[in-house]
């Protein structure tokens, strides 16, 4: 972590996320009863501070896209409220959405996919300069090729096509067009997976260097954890749509507290590692139309007892150092 992302671990919230709640289906049938419903975020509680990379983890159908989605506006919660420097999102999205893009962009996890083949690279990157910013054609032109020195591309790339570029070079536009209104929070969702590793190291690279310049904040959500502790300040684990723990990268890696972020940890393949954690294939996973009564994780631990069946522990059940919080009844490390 260098010493401009320590100095705005202490700063104010920019993006409050409170007791939020997205159910998706549970209307009713036309001819009575109810559709089932899928509990995809419950309960979540979190503050992104500005000038931070949070990295969020878990697994696949742990609620994190869905966190993206609601963030950025593309869905609304079912209840809860998330705010942007004091200001409801949900209304905000209702009324203005181009004021909404203005504060917050996404840059997506398959950079070809998310740019319109029929578009050439200057149609694309001048979309959002037409649409969330006053400039005139001669500031677009301007912005354009700020935008193009910023993320290391030629200029002469504006008048080609998106299958003329490697993943690499399409993700690099990708962030270009998610700058190019002045956004103070991005969230980039899984944004490195879909390329090589050589290429996500340069692409990492960028994005932080990219944070300091624009004076960013990053959601950065992500299944590679050695990703997640290299670029983040704080990490949120989510399991079934709830906070599982939450803390210092540094913290979280060197000491989880919640089985489940231990379970992560150990499984996670490394170069050189030998001792992965292998978790019976029988391992029972919670029903999501269906959501336990208590711990979500508590049917795959092996420190659950009667209290993790009963009741749902809450996000700051178990403490750590350093506002390092947890919801686990059995923390490990704790007595």
């Not at 969702?189 to 960028?206: I, M, R």
Request: hydrophobic content about 40%; some cysteine.
């Amino acid at each position: 972590m260098n010493e401009i992302s320590q100095n705005h671990m202490d700063s104010e919230a920019l993006l409050t996320i409170q007791d939020v709640e997205r159910i998706f289906g549970g209307g009713r049938k036309l001819f009575g009863g109810h559709l089932p419903a899928v509990h995809a975020v419950q309960g979540l509680s979190l503050d992104v501070k500005k000038g931070e990379t949070l990295g969020v983890v878990g697994e696949s159908g742990c609620g994190k896209s869905t966190l993206a989605r609601l963030v950025v506006g593309l869905d609304l919660p079912t209840s809860g409220s998330i705010t942007f420097n004091g200001e409801d999102l949900a209304a905000l999205a209702k009324k203005d959405r181009n004021a909404l893009a203005r504060k917050v962009q996404y840059v997506f996890q398959d950079p070809v996919a998310s740019l319109n083949p029929r578009k050439t690279i200057r149609t694309i990157l001048e979309a959002p300069l037409k649409h969330l910013t006053n400039l005139n054609s001669d500031g677009r032109e301007k912005r354009l090729a700020e935008l193009l020195q910023a993320v290391n591309l030629a200029p002469e790339f504006l008048e080609r096509y998106p299958h003329e570029f490697s993943g690499g070079q399409a993700q690099r536009i990708g962030i270009a067009r998610a700058l190019a209104a002045g956004p103070e929070l991005i969230v980039l969702d899984e944004p490195v997976s879909a390329l090589d590793v050589s290429v996500q190291a340069q692409v990492l690279n960028l994005l932080d260097k990219l944070k300091d310049d624009f004076g960013l904040t990053y959601i950065f959500i992500s299944h590679d954890l050695s990703v997640v502790e290299s670029v983040s300040d704080r990490v949120a684990v989510m399991y079934f749509g709830r906070m599982a723990e939450l803390g210092p990268a540094k913290e979280i890696f060197r000491k989880p507290l919640h089985p489940y972020t231990d379970l992560l940890m150990r499984s996670a393949p490394a170069p050189g590692r030998h001792d992965l954690m292998s978790e019976d294939a029988s391992a029972e996973l919670p029903d999501p139309y269906n959501p336990p009564e208590g711990c979500a994780f508590a049917a795959r631990c092996a420190h659950r007892t009667d209290i993790c069946v009963a009741g749902k522990p809450s996000p700051d059940e178990a403490k750590g150092g350093n506002n390092h919080v947890a919801a686990c009844y059995h923390p490990l490390g704790k007595a």
